[in-house]
Antibody
């Protein structure tokens, strides 16, 4: 059974940093592309970032480029999102999502990040 | 960026009746590899999104047969043949043909 479990969310002040983690199990993590997608409270979905299976290629939404960094540790079956210079508009539930041939097939439960003073 | 526009944004439906959601993209979603990476997601209240349909018309594992997808190019449709109570939630179309990947605004399905 595919499982994606996010952690690391919480309350952080504007300008602060946070690192999210996603523990993956039940599938071959090292051969899977992965995404982060976020959802502000009561709002729609926004794609944040993607990383290829070996970590050699990454893509970002313009709104986070230069502030967020996606990475992975295939030995630990874990995906990361390093978030710096956080803003109030980054407040959202962040989902870890598996990519299956250009389809986002499995989603974690999400972790809530709240940026507020 | 490819803009995904869903209609309607809200759909009150009677149990047992059909429902239909439209999704239009601002550009063709045909990828250079010939595939069209248009998916439909369901988000029940308090839950993460769940994949229903991928590549326009393919039902994902475990998705009931009452859900179907159709379309081509820039116009796509999700249909529910007979709505059940468990279908209440928000439905999103999404494209993965071009970065940044984008989502429709969501259509709220509710029971009349």
């Amino acid at each position: 059974e595919v499982q994606l479990v996010e952690s690391g969310g919480g309350l952080i002040q504007p300008g602060g940093s946070l690192r999210l983690s996603c523990a993956a199990s039940g599938f071959s993590f090292s051969t899977s592309w992965m995404h982060w997608v976020r959802q502000a409270p009561g709002k729609g979905l926004l794609w944040v970032s993607r990383i290829t299976s070996d970590g050699s290629n990454t893509n970002y939404a313009d709104s986070v480029k230069g502030r967020f960094t996606i990475s992975r540790d295939n030995a630990k079956n874990t995906l990361y999102l390093q978030m710096n210079s956080l803003r109030a508009e980054d407040t959202a539930v962040y989902y870890c999502v598996r990519d299956w041939y250009h389809t986002k097939d499995y989603w974690g439960q999400g972790t809530l990040v709240t940026v507020s003073s | 960026d490819i803009v995904m526009t869903q209609t309607p944004l809200s759909s009150p439906v009677t149990l047992g009746q059909p429902a239909s959601i439209s999704c239009r993209s601002s550009q063709s979603l045909v990828h250079s590899d010939g595939n069209t990476y248009l998916s439909w997601l369901q988000q029940r209240p308090g839950q993460p999104p769940r994949l229903l349909i991928y590549k326009i018309s393919n039902r994902f594992s475990g998705v009931p047969a009452r859900f179907s997808g159709s379309g081509a190019g820039t116009d796509f449709t999700l249909k529910i043949s007979r709505v059940e109570a468990e279908d209440v939630g928000i439905y999103f179309c999404t494209q993965a043909t071009q970065f940044p990947h984008t989502f429709g605004q969501g259509t709220k399905l509710e029971i009349k």
